[in-house]
């Protein structure tokens, strides 16, 4: 009997991998692994490999095709050009490492940000939608008329480094005042152990414990992003008009409250004799870019029931 084509979505972040593994007439299958400390290249291929080694193992069937949703900076051939969060993999040839830890599969990378507001925009029925995704650093994607802007040749749209701030903190791309510079997950945890006044480093649940309790150093720390936020989503509004502002990534998803502090600094922000940018919750929480990956790897393959409403960016030069 012959085994169904099986497609895998993979969102590679600068913390963790995260992927899903479909197929028809199987149960979908998700997985994940956190990056060791450092930047040890060689070590995260290496870590990578073995993981999805026993992805395919475990799979139902052969892996048709893969979509990569990736925060890095590639080339037009797949070659990591800039990643700030993890720079020893500047060089890496990120699309031909995957072709040999997947052989026979077609493999394509793109803009997690660029396939999370796709994702979100599908699964919202929403042609107009601009994507903001808090996580280890802040990603962004815009689809106006159902199609992902500025377009698969043009570049991604990198929404995490509008400068909101031209005197701000350094940003991890060696700009002043990125809005990543302050809104990122990395950013916040940095401020609140500043705040803090500890010598050790507040962790992710510490922060989300103390932001529900309100603990001052906690909201002062969580608040400065949503203000940057803030000032970027208005900066956006007057280029876009979308229909909608979406928020997601798993940073933002895991404190309760931060897209109503975005809301209210936006309000603040508003121009008169224009209402304020409609901001809500991301329908996919914190994988939107994994189900944009989805799509990717879908669209690789014809006649796999993948939406055809808008193109997938694939193999975008950043």
Same mark, same amino acid.
């Given at each position: ?60 069937? @052969?892996?048709?095709?893969? /979509?990569?949703?990736? !925060? ?11 990643? !700030?969060?993890? @720079? ?16 026979? =599969? ?46 698969? *040749? ?13 005197? /701000? ?26 705040? *803090? ?26 608040? +400065? ?27 933002? +998803? ?17 121009? =008169?004799?224009?209402?304020? !940018?409609?901001?809500? !919750?991301?329908?996919?929480? /914190? ?10 790897? *879908? ?20």
């Amino acid at each position: 009997m012959m085994r169904s084509s099986c497609f895998l979505a993979m969102d590679v972040g600068g913390t963790k991998v995260a992927i899903r593994l479909e197929s028809d007439g199987a149960q979908p299958y998700e997985s994940a692994f956190r990056w060791r400390d450092g930047d040890d290249v060689r070590a995260d291929i290496r870590a990578l490999a073995a993981f999805l080694d026993g992805v395919r193992r475990n799979a139902p069937g @052969p892996i048709a095709a893969a /979509g990569v949703a990736v !925060p890095a900076t590639l080339d037009r051939s797949g070659r990591v050009t800039a990643w !700030p969060n993890r @720079p020893g993999w500047v060089g890496l040839d990120l699309r031909a490492e995957l072709s040999r830890m997947l052989p026979g =599969a077609a493999v394509e990378c793109a803009d997690d940000g660029d396939l999370a507001a796709l994702a979100e925009a599908r699964a919202a029925h929403c042609d107009d939608v601009v994507y903001l995704g808090i996580g280890t650093g802040v990603g962004g994607g815009v689809v106006l008329g159902g199609e992902p802007a500025p377009g698969p *040749r043009r570049g991604s749209c990198e929404l995490g480094h509008l400068i909101v701030d031209r005197s /701000g903190a350094r940003c991890d791309c060696g700009r002043r005042g990125c809005v990543q510079a302050f809104a990122s997950g990395r950013a916040i945890l940095r401020r609140a152990t500043r705040l *803090r006044g500890e010598e050790y480093r507040v962790g992710y649940d510490e922060l989300v414990e103390a932001w529900r309790d309100r603990r001052s150093w906690a909201v002062l720390a969580v608040d +400065e992003g949503c203000a940057a936020l803030a000032a970027a989503v208005t900066g956006a509004n007057e280029l876009f008009r979308p229909s909608v502002f979406i928020i997601g990534g798993g940073f933002a +998803e895991g404190l309760p409250g931060f897209i109503q502090a975005v809301e209210c600094h936006t309000r603040r922000l508003a121009r =008169a004799g224009h209402p304020a !940018p409609r901001i809500r !919750p991301a329908l996919l929480g /914190g994988l939107s870019s994994l189900g944009g990956a989805m799509l990717l790897g *879908r669209s690789l393959v014809p006649d796999t029931g993948s939406p055809a409403s808008a193109p997938v960016p694939a193999g975008v030069p950043h």
